[in-house]
């Protein structure tokens, strides 16, 4: 599975903050090892995870001016990422292609 938008989006956010993998794990509830699943893009994020990684995010000060402000606006945004990495995963290179 290649790095998805949200894995991206996740790794800026979180290196924004100047946070380890050990901090979004603590501030998440998320364990380490799943963290650094998701940001690398080997596992695709869950309800659980967005839900985790929106109250952690948003429970911190707002560093990009892209960046959602809210709770509820984070775990939009993260739905709509993880939603197009879900797509994405589905129809990779070579899915659809003739044999």
């Given at each position: 599975m290649s ?16 946070w380890t993998l050990?901090?979004l794990?603590?501030a998440s509830?998320?364990?380490q090892s799943?963290?650094s699943?998701?940001?690398?893009g080997?596992?695709?994020p869950?309800?659980?995870h ?10 911190s000060?707002q560093?990009?001016e ?6 509820e ?8 990422l993880?939603e ?8 990779g ?7």
């Amino acid at each position: 599975m290649s790095v998805s938008s949200f894995s991206r989006f996740m790794r800026k956010s979180r290196e924004s903050r100047k946070w380890t993998l050990a901090d979004l794990s603590r501030a998440s509830g998320l364990s380490q090892s799943e963290v650094s699943r998701i940001e690398s893009g080997t596992r695709l994020p869950t309800m659980r995870h967005v839900k985790g990684l929106a109250e952690a995010f948003s429970s911190s000060p707002q560093i990009g001016e892209n960046e959602p402000v809210r709770y509820e606006s984070w775990v939009a945004h993260l739905v709509d990422l993880g939603e197009r990495a879900r797509i994405d995963a589905r129809s990779g290179p070579g899915r659809w292609s003739k044999r």
